[in-house]
């Protein structure tokens, strides 16, 4: 009995050795190693690869050269768009002589003729820039690395900053135009013009009768001459004299129509009529004028101040 249990016992021994026996032997360190370095000479070898190339290659990007006088603000990252369409980005830039030189990275779908321009344009007040490529119509695209021409356009603030230089010098105006002074200055010159008028309606009154008396007396004079007279050079002077009075009877109607026409002027100031007449008889208008002129420097100063109250910004 002692034979039989003892029997089992020893093949569940052998059984145990050769399980052992069958079992893979377990890895050394130097395996370990080996593997640890070939996969670090594979990262090794792709990041030379993706220093030595392209990065857009990786991304199907590729890039095209542009270079402009004044970058105005370009920052790496700023779109760059196609008819309103985002197709790539500015992905760096640098001072090469008296430009800037700007590089893109295009999307590898778009392709852009090779007649195309680059405009740099202003994003927004935010500031950055905008590259707006203008594409032109020849059939075949850029290659990779391409030089595209550029310029640069005037952002928003360049924009404000000349419209609020002109209104500056409107305003200026204005007050110039609205100033007590200019006020009595026409209405020193509206009185000035009404005396000159009747001064010289006066004078044309006068001189028109003795200049009707002085031609009748210088015709008379002339055919008595012409009855007696035997020369030729004296007709001659005679005709040159009644041509002369002719003339001064013309000129004397075209003073008589000047006359009208500055009483007809002087008329409308007195009524109020025209800008100058408005001016030298409404006071209402001249402190409405004045209460705009305030109310629009007012306005100016809010939008210097408050840019974002009337001009709204899209950021894509």
Known sequence: MTEGQGAPSNRARRTDREMEQAAPPAAGGREVRVGIFVILGILGVLAVLFLLTDPGTFRGRYSLVTSVENAGGVRSGDPVQMRGVNIGRVRDFDLVGDRVEITLEINGQWRIPQDSRARLAGAGLLGGRTVEIMPGVASESLSPGSVIPGEATADLGDLATVIGQDVEDLFARMRMLMADTTIEA????????????????DVVAEQRAELAATLSSVRR????????????????????????????????????????SLGVVVGRMERGEGTL????????????????????????????????????????
Request: glycine share 6%; proline share 1%.
């Open 186 to 201: 026409v209405q020193g010159t509206a009185a000035e013009a009404r005396a000159l008028v009747r001064s010289l309606s």
């Open 221 to 260: 004079s002339a055919e008595g001459v012409e009855e007696v007279a035997t020369s030729e050079d004296l007709r001659r002077a005679v005709a040159r004299a009644d041509s002369t009075m002719q003339v001064l009877q013309a000129t004397g109607e075209r003073l008589d129509q000047v006359s009208t």
């Open 277 to 316: 007449g408005l001016l030298s008889t409404d006071e209402a208008l001249y402190r409405n004028l004045t209460g705009a002129s305030a109310s629009l420097e007012a306005l100016l100063e809010d939008i210097r101040e408050n840019p974002s109250r009337y001009i709204r910004l899209r950021i894509f």
